[in-house]
DNA sequence: ATGGTGGAAAGTCCA
């Protein structure tokens, strides 16, 4: 099985690409991030014809909006966090496939350092931390996965002087990251390529891609369980050099 | 010095 999480940045400009693919790749399930379309403007039908029956998504104008494509069936849907917190913002998609609880989500940018974003981020963070770990145990099989909108370490940004400290590699930012690590989440691409200079995100503005200043803040976190079944983690690069493209390249765990 | 690019949408906000 292989699942998948992509930040499409939109995903009526991103469709020819999702549906290419969708055909090139065949993910058993895709978690998608930014939506950006309210939810009567979810392309359902396409994405049934593609071979996606299982659809489960949770949009919003303008801003956010989450999704999980499926070729087979989600169980006990759940959209955001469910703890009578802030539902304001379309950050969270969960279903049980095949056994495996998949949460994708997209979390809070932060926007500055300081700022009352960059304070709910954080508070985001504790929510999910607190909603796992309230309901679930590390030996459970769990895929967390998503645009976590951080850079774990220095491996993970192109220039770790530059980065030192900025929005999405500071410590408080980090910290939140880490407490899944210490709960028992597994980081299966870092556990694989402990040097490796690998992102998922390169900034549209000057050149970033082509000069690789790019960052790893997409990740796919896997317990125990799931991780002893994880043959393969692949950051799919090449789709970031298409025409026109997201900023963020696909991520995806295959499972034995 | 507050830019550069891209997407929402129709003036800015967000990333």
């Known amino acids: ?52 029956p299982h659809l489960v998504w949770w949009g919003q104008k303008n801003y956010n909006g989450v999704a999980m494509l499926s070729k087979h069936p989600i169980d006990a849907p759940q959209k955001g966090i469910d703890d009578g ?23 809070p940018n932060g926007t500055r350092l300081g700022s009352e974003p960059f304070a709910f981020k ?18 459970d099989p769990i895929i967390l996965c998503g645009d976590l909108n951080i850079a774990p370490d220095d491996p993970d940004v192109w220039d770790p002087f530059r980065c030192d400290g900025i929005l999405l590699c500071h410590p408080l930012e980090r910290e939140r990251f880490q407490r899944f690590l210490d709960w028992g989440f597994v980081d299966p691409f870092r556990e694989r ?12 503005q000057q050149m970033g891609f082509q000069r690789n200043h790019g960052l790893r803040i997409d990740h796919t976190l896997l317990t125990a369980p799931v991780d002893a079944r994880c043959s393969e983690v692949t950051i799919h690069a090449n789709v970031r050099g298409w025409t026109s493209p997201s900023d963020h390249a696909p991520v995806s765990v295959t499972l034995s």
């Open 1 to 52: 099985m292989q699942v998948v999480t992509w930040n499409v940045n939109s995903l009526r400009a991103r469709m020819a690409h999702l549906l290419r693919f969708l055909d090139e790749v065949s993910p058993d399930v895709v978690c998608l991030q930014e939506l950006k379309l309210t939810d009567d403007l979810f392309p359902a039908k396409v994405l049934r014809e593609a071979g996606y």
């Open 85 to 107: 917190g802030d539902r304001s913002q379309s950050r969270l998609i969960a279903g049980t496939v095949n056994g495996i609880r998949i949460i994708g989500v997209y979390a």
């Open 122 to 139: 954080l508070s985001w963070y504790d929510r999910l931390f607190e909603m796992i770990a309230s309901r679930h145990r590390p030996s």
């Open 193 to 204: 390529h402990p040097f490796a200079n690998t992102f998922s995100w390169w900034d549209y």
